[in-house]
Nanobody
Framework: VQLQASGGGLVQAGGSLRLSCSAS????????MNWYRQAPGKERELVAG???????DYRDSVKGRFTISRDNAQNIVYLLMNSLKPEDTAVYYC?????????WGKGTLVTVSS
Protein backbone atom coordinates (compact mmCIF):
# COMPACT_ATOMS: atom_id res chain seq x y z
CA VAL A 1 0.00 0.00 0.00
CA GLN A 2 1.30 3.40 -0.95
CA LEU A 3 -0.22 6.78 -0.22
CA GLN A 4 1.50 9.89 -1.52
CA ALA A 5 0.22 13.25 -0.35
CA SER A 6 1.11 16.45 -2.15
CA GLY A 7 -0.03 20.02 -2.58
CA GLY A 8 1.05 21.57 0.68
CA GLY A 9 2.87 24.86 0.90
CA LEU A 10 2.90 28.35 2.32
CA VAL A 11 -0.23 30.45 1.88
CA GLN A 12 -1.56 33.64 3.39
CA ALA A 13 -4.60 33.61 5.62
CA GLY A 14 -7.74 33.61 3.51
CA GLY A 15 -6.04 31.73 0.72
CA SER A 16 -6.65 28.28 -0.69
CA LEU A 17 -4.77 25.06 -1.30
CA ARG A 18 -5.74 21.73 -2.76
CA LEU A 19 -4.11 18.62 -1.36
CA SER A 20 -3.96 15.40 -3.32
CA CYS A 21 -3.28 11.86 -2.18
CA SER A 22 -2.44 9.25 -4.78
CA ALA A 23 -3.08 5.68 -3.72
CA SER A 24 -1.94 2.29 -4.90
CA UNK A 25 -1.66 -1.26 -3.68
CA UNK A 26 -5.24 -1.76 -2.56
CA UNK A 27 -8.77 -1.49 -3.88
CA UNK A 28 -9.23 2.23 -3.63
CA UNK A 29 -12.86 2.30 -4.69
CA UNK A 30 -14.08 0.33 -1.67
CA UNK A 31 -11.94 2.13 0.86
CA UNK A 32 -12.79 4.97 3.18
CA MET A 33 -10.30 7.77 2.76
CA ASN A 34 -9.51 10.30 5.44
CA TRP A 35 -7.39 13.40 5.84
CA TYR A 36 -5.75 13.99 9.21
CA ARG A 37 -3.51 16.77 10.39
CA GLN A 38 -0.99 17.27 13.14
CA ALA A 39 0.06 20.70 14.31
CA PRO A 40 3.30 21.21 16.24
CA GLY A 41 2.91 20.01 19.81
CA LYS A 42 -0.57 18.67 19.21
CA GLU A 43 -2.11 15.29 18.60
CA ARG A 44 -3.08 14.14 15.15
CA GLU A 45 -6.72 14.91 14.42
CA LEU A 46 -9.22 13.82 11.81
CA VAL A 47 -10.07 16.63 9.42
CA ALA A 48 -12.34 15.05 6.83
CA GLY A 49 -13.39 11.68 5.54
CA UNK A 50 -15.15 10.21 2.54
CA UNK A 51 -16.64 6.75 2.31
CA UNK A 52 -16.59 4.46 -0.69
CA UNK A 53 -20.12 5.63 -1.41
CA UNK A 54 -19.15 9.27 -1.35
CA UNK A 55 -20.52 10.26 2.04
CA UNK A 56 -18.43 12.94 3.65
CA ASP A 57 -17.82 14.19 7.15
CA TYR A 58 -15.78 17.07 8.55
CA ARG A 59 -14.55 18.29 11.87
CA ASP A 60 -16.50 21.32 12.98
CA SER A 61 -13.63 23.77 12.62
CA VAL A 62 -13.32 23.16 8.86
CA LYS A 63 -16.97 22.76 7.89
CA GLY A 64 -17.89 25.16 5.12
CA ARG A 65 -14.23 25.79 4.26
CA PHE A 66 -12.82 22.38 3.33
CA THR A 67 -14.14 19.90 0.77
CA ILE A 68 -13.02 16.30 0.46
CA SER A 69 -13.57 14.45 -2.80
CA ARG A 70 -12.33 11.35 -4.54
CA ASP A 71 -11.61 10.15 -8.06
CA ASN A 72 -11.95 6.39 -8.11
CA ALA A 73 -10.75 6.18 -11.71
CA GLN A 74 -7.44 7.84 -10.79
CA ASN A 75 -7.19 6.51 -7.21
CA ILE A 76 -6.84 10.01 -5.81
CA VAL A 77 -8.45 11.72 -2.86
CA TYR A 78 -8.46 15.51 -2.66
CA LEU A 79 -8.84 18.06 0.08
CA LEU A 80 -9.76 21.52 -1.13
CA MET A 81 -9.07 24.04 1.59
CA ASN A 82 -10.51 27.53 1.31
CA SER A 83 -10.45 30.50 3.66
CA LEU A 84 -7.39 29.12 5.36
CA LYS A 85 -6.54 30.29 8.85
CA PRO A 86 -3.23 30.26 10.74
CA GLU A 87 -4.67 27.57 12.99
CA ASP A 88 -4.91 25.28 9.95
CA THR A 89 -1.11 25.12 9.91
CA ALA A 90 -0.11 21.47 10.25
CA VAL A 91 1.27 18.45 8.49
CA TYR A 92 -1.61 16.86 6.61
CA TYR A 93 -1.77 13.09 6.16
CA CYS A 94 -4.04 10.91 4.14
CA UNK A 95 -5.24 7.62 5.51
CA UNK A 96 -6.88 4.68 3.82
CA UNK A 97 -9.15 2.32 5.70
CA UNK A 98 -9.36 -0.98 3.84
CA UNK A 99 -10.58 -4.36 5.10
CA UNK A 100 -10.39 -3.24 8.70
CA UNK A 101 -6.89 -1.85 8.52
CA UNK A 102 -5.59 1.68 8.37
CA UNK A 103 -2.74 2.76 6.12
CA TRP A 104 -0.90 6.05 6.29
CA GLY A 105 1.10 8.05 3.86
CA LYS A 106 3.78 10.62 4.49
CA GLY A 107 2.38 14.02 5.20
CA THR A 108 2.48 17.31 3.38
CA LEU A 109 3.12 20.53 5.26
CA VAL A 110 0.60 23.35 5.12
CA THR A 111 1.68 26.68 6.58
CA VAL A 112 -0.79 29.55 6.79
CA SER A 113 0.69 32.94 7.54
CA SER A 114 -1.29 35.70 9.22
Amino acid sequence: VQLQASGGGLVQAGGSLRLSCSASGFIFSISTMNWYRQAPGKERELVAGITSGGMTDYRDSVKGRFTISRDNAQNIVYLLMNSLKPEDTAVYYCQARFLGRAYWGKGTLVTVSS
